[in-house]
């Protein structure tokens, strides 16, 4: 600015006109926040989650799909990940499994919405990924996949408790907040052979996607979470379902239910675990390149890396780093601007062979847009490669 100031002075001295036409710029430029004329960049994807209980009611609507593209267009947004598989149930038109939801969505809209939905963002030039999520199956036990292959499909914790806050109460839960929700065990493989025809039966039935979107990949993780199974003593992990044991137990030798945590034992564990959740990713990406190698796949994932790796055991810069994934978006959902700040300035060090979005909560600031917006301008001066929110029924 005084640079700018020297040089314009320095070329019209003694000018009346152009010395107050000077001043003017400078009491605007002054006055105006950078936002106000800053253009956006072009170069950061826009992206938002659809949930399958939108208020919008997009799924359950001809006229609120079609709304959705309109709003989105009108909106910049580039991205759709609509979710079409959530709490082990379906959202498509699936000829697999229970078509109850399907067949509520057909009922309330007269139409395949989904089909609709892709119609309107071709038109558009506004991508849609079918968001899936994988390990959650929500409250209920009446699903297919828990149905088809018993309890022993969902993970426990060392304790043999499942995830829910509202199972099993002992005196841990005074001092330890669970989930509310149960999980399958990603060290099962009939896990991944299940989410592997899931979303072969979503990509078949709708070409026109862009990809597929996970959620969901990883373990529950209690809070406070533990660094690592040594100190299992103190508090919950979890991991503990009878066949993740017994496949430990034939490659190592060691029992989870039996063994000292020692700092070795406990490392080949959690490398064990980790390790399932790595390798349930790369299955599914694999699987959906084999049936349509143009599509891409991205994965929602807790923001800190440490917290991620360390207590979710969701390596998601590994799977950048390694190719696993095309791209992840990181969950960055607070109203705390430095805290939004740095996370995102440290993920962005992880981008490895892929790309990094950052999830905005704006459902947590919709009375509050000066707070919202200025961390869109945070995040976007950081230059993410897209940024995403959560969500649509909040744009």
Known sequence: MIFIRRAFLYICPRNPWLQLMWASFSIIFLILPLSAYAKDNPSIVKGTWVTCFSEKKVLYSKKSAIELIKSCKKSGIDEIYLQLYRGGKSYYDTKMYSKANYEGMLKSAGVDTIDVILKEAKRCDIKVFAWINVLS????????????????????????RSPMRTEDINELDKYYLRDEQLFLEPGDPRVAGYMVSVIGEIITRYPDLAGVHLDYVRYPYPVPFLPRSSFNKFGLTYGYARENISRFREKTGLDPMKMNYDNENSLLWDNWKRDQVTELVGKLAKAMKNKSPGMVISCAVIPSAETAFSAAFQDWPGWLENGVVDYVVLMNYTKNNQLAKEITRSS????GKGKVYIGIGNFL???DPKVLSEQERIVESLNPDGIAYFSYDFL
């Not at 962005?348 to 981008?351: D, K, V």
């Open 137 to 160: 199956v929500g409250k209920a036990r009446k699903v297919d996949i828990v149905e088809k292959f018993g309890e022993d499909i969902l993970t426990k914790d060392q304790y043999l």
């Open 348 to 351: 962005l060090a992880h981008r």
């Open 365 to 367: 600031m919709k009375d």
